[in-house]
């Protein structure tokens, strides 16, 4: 190893912290909250910063909350003389018709409109249907992780006909020319075709995109079309924009001209992204290796983030300086999956995958061999891996990470283990 990839591995040591961690709970099955003012009024202290923590979630940066103390009491004192949110939360030690009596003075000073969301101290099934009965959204029982909260507001807000809403799988290289756009193409054909689920690949390199070159698609419209006219967006939009490359996978292509400079601002994608999650329960989406601001604001609101490097220097620091970044853009979700792609590659001097992933903290999800011939062939017949070698290791590969990125592996592992159901049980009285 040289002095140079000694010293990078060095900095590359994980960053560690003595602050105590709050309680999140499983994030992953949290949906994003819409646009909607939330208020609380909180009697202890790990209750508020739970909430306060919650609130600077990505899943939660539309809604605007505010986190105050005194319980039930503070509330009617500031709604007395304020007009009330969308939602609020009110935590309370009181039960039966003492917590009766302390929201119904609440109820005085509230509008019609307003959810209430009550927070106790008592796992009391026959005092939760009373409240519920009484016009109470919902009723947690402390200790709440941010999971909970997150989960029980989006359950209140989301309306129910518009359906799940899909999961954003973004993928970046730690460096260009890595092989990320392919893998992430083959990632969202593989997903397609093996679970016969939906998925909307956008190709968000607008200027140099291959996804219509993988996938043999030459589409008169695409994303271009809808980034330059957020006033239009919507589904029929979309629709309209999309091109059926398989049954189940639809291409939201790059222009891949040079005509325009493409210089967009922070939101520039949201809307796009949101009206594919809501008509497609997997968007995939193919980040272009450049540091912007819509770069990464995509990669700071995608659920599940890939990053793919190459075993060499440059490739550990970028991939050291992308997961610094994201654990702050992200500090409630799961690190960024890591694959290792043109591992062997003959005659370059390599960083060992252990000596590369070691230091990063993060184990690879794929470790993909140098193939030239293969990728190469497929590429030029407009083919996925799976077309050109539906036996090869390498497509076997990205049905692994199309697993580990909707879930379907860490289902699978449950299964064979025996999952007890019973620890998954939340006090919901439903």
Request: aromatic content about 6%; glycine content about 6%.
């Amino acid at each position: 190893m040289t002095q140079q990839t000694a010293e990078a591995i060095q900095h590359a040591e994980p960053r560690q912290s003595n602050e105590a961690p709050i309680a999140s709970g499983d994030m992953n099955a949290v949906r994003p909250v819409p646009r909607i003012t939330v208020q609380a009024f909180c009697q202890t202290e790990n209750i508020a910063q739970v909430l306060d923590m919650a609130s600077k979630d990505r899943r939660m940066s539309k809604a605007h909350v505010k986190v105050h103390m005194g319980g039930i009491q503070a509330a009617v004192d500031f709604y007395s003389g304020a007009p009330t949110p969308n939602l609020i939360i009110v935590e309370s030690k009181l039960t039966g018709e003492e917590l009766l009596t302390d929201l119904g003075r609440l109820a005085e000073v509230c509008d019609g409109e307003t959810k209430v969301v009550v927070i106790g101290h008592q796992n009391d099934i026959m005092m939760y249907r009373e409240l519920i009965a009484n016009g109470v959204s919902e009723y947690l029982v402390a200790p709440v992780s941010m999971a909970d909260f997150m989960q029980a507001v989006s359950e209140i807000f989301v309306n129910p006909e518009t359906g799940p809403i899909g999961k954003v799988l973004a993928f970046v290289g730690a460096k260009g020319g890595v092989g990320s756009s392919t893998i992430c193409h083959n990632v969202a054909w593989s997903i397609s075709s093996k679970y016969q689920s939906d998925v909307v690949l956008t190709d968000l390199d607008l200027a140099f995109g291959t996804a219509n070159i993988n996938l043999d698609q030459d589409p008169p419209q695409g994303v271009a079309e809808a980034v330059f006219s957020p006033d239009r967006m919507d589904d029929i939009l979309l629709d309209r924009l999309l091109a059926k490359c398989a049954e189940h996978l639809s291409l939201l292509a790059a222009p891949s001209t040079l005509d325009r400079t493409y210089d967009f601002e922070k939101d520039a994608f949201s809307q796009i992204l949101e009206v594919a999650q809501r008509g497609a329960p997997c968007v995939v989406v193919d980040v272009p290796h450049q540091w912007t601001s819509w770069t990464r604001q995509v990669l700071a609101s995608a659920d599940q983030v890939v990053i793919t490097a190459c075993p060499e220097l440059a490739n550990l620091r970028n991939t050291k300086n992308m997961l610094d970044v994201l654990a702050e853009l992200r500090p409630n979700d799961s690190k960024p999956h890591l694959v290792m792609n043109q591992v062997g590659t003959p005659k370059r001097p390599e960083i060992s995958v252990p000596d590369f992933t070691g230091p990063l903290g993060l184990e690879p999800a794929a470790i993909l061999p140098f193939e030239p011939a293969l990728f190469g062939t497929a590429s030029n017949n407009g083919q996925m891996i799976s077309e050109a070698d539906p036996k090869s290791n390498i497509s076997s590969s990205f049905d692994l990470l199309g697993q580990i990125l909707t879930g379907k592996a860490q289902l699978q592992s449950e299964k064979k283990g025996g999952l007890n159901f019973l620890s998954k049980l939340r006090f919901k009285g439903k």
